[in-house]
């Protein structure tokens, strides 16, 4: 019994991962397959206003795969309140969102990012009404150690095209 149990452990987490696949790629046609080639989609990186790629990144600010879209964290890094902070973060999420082809009707995960729980309401007050009369399902967590640059909130996303 405890050697299928530690089989089915490791072996969860690919079981789980192929399991999903279906599920993620029927989101959309080019998710799924060029249907013209028949090739998988490809892993495409963007750069907000054209900007030039930096030489050595720690990461992708926007990231698409067929019609799949995926916003890294933005943060709000000058002096303000929660609700400037807020704001400011959203209208960089939707800027984002709006250069490769997506909108924030067509975000399906959001996930918040707060220095303090004590900005939830703020955040929310800004927060509400930004994503259309259908939102996206929304983590919201506070950081233990703070959000890097001093932001009183970053939020990423996972949007369609």
Do not use: Q
């Not at 029927?26 to 206003?49: C, I, L, M, Q």
């Not at 400011?88 to 959001?110: A, D, I, Q, T």
């Amino acid at each position: 019994m405890t050697s299928n149990r530690r089989d089915f452990i490791r072996r969860a987490p690919a079981v789980a991962a192929v399991a999903a696949v279906p599920a993620v790629a029927g989101a959309g046609t080019a998710a799924a397959a060029d249907s013209k080639s028949g090739r998988p989609p490809k892993k495409e990186v963007h750069y907000p206003d054209g900007a030039e790629p930096p030489e050595n990144p720690l990461f992708s600010p926007i990231v698409t795969y067929g019609s799949m879209v995926f916003i890294s964290g933005i943060g709000a890094h000058f002096e303000g309140d929660i609700k400037e902070h807020t704001e400011h973060v959203l209208n960089e999420v939707e800027r984002y969102l709006e250069s490769v082809g997506s909108s924030m009707e067509k975000v399906l995960k959001v996930n918040v990012y707060l220095n303090t729980l004590d900005d939830y309401d703020g955040m929310n007050e800004v927060f509400l009404g930004r994503w259309g009369p259908e939102p996206g399902v929304r983590t919201t967590i506070a950081a233990a150690a703070g959000i890097p640059g001093d932001s009183l909130v970053e939020i990423d996303c996972i949007a369609v095209i």
